[in-house]
Nanobody, 124 residues
Framework: QVQLVESGGGLVQAGASLRLSCVAS????????MGWFRQAPGKEREFVEA????????YYVDSVKDRFTISRDNAKNTVYLQMNSLRPEDTAVYYC?????????????????WGQGTQVTVSS
């Protein structure tokens, strides 16, 4: 069993930066690929970025390319999402997730554990 707790969300203006953190407990996070997803009101949960257990492989959605960066510190059982140049369309609840062996890390079904989410609101 893995518990995930996100933090770092907030209300910012367009162009600002935020860093989200996700702390895993229960089992070593290095055994899991980790992903960030987001869900805006009235929309489906969508993939943002994912990182392999070793940190050597990263996936991202095109809309966040060159703005968001995922990273992990396995010694701290923590994964981060650095978000720069935020836009109003980035407003959503951001969820951290852990995959114990899923092969399609852009898909929600590949993840075994989810956090409760942290709200990110970007004003124009």
């Amino acid at each position: 069993q893995v518990q995930l707790v996100e933090s770092g969300g907030g209300l910012v203006q367009a162009g600002a930066s935020l860093r989200l953190s996700c702390v895993a407990s229960g089992r070593s996070s290095s055994n899991y690929a980790m992903g960030w997803f987001r869900q805006a009101p009235g929309k489906e949960r969508e993939f943002v970025e994912a990182i392999s257990g070793s940190g050597g492989v990263i996936y991202y959605v095109d809309s966040v390319k060159d703005r968001f960066t995922i990273s992990r510190d396995n010694a701290k059982n923590t994964v981060y999402l650095q978000m720069n140049s935020l836009r109003p369309e980035d407003t959503a609840v951001y969820y951290c997730a852990a995959s114990g062996g899923g092969t399609r890390l852009t898909m929600t079904g590949s993840y075994d554990y989810w956090g409760q989410g942290t709200q990110v609101t970007v004003s124009s």
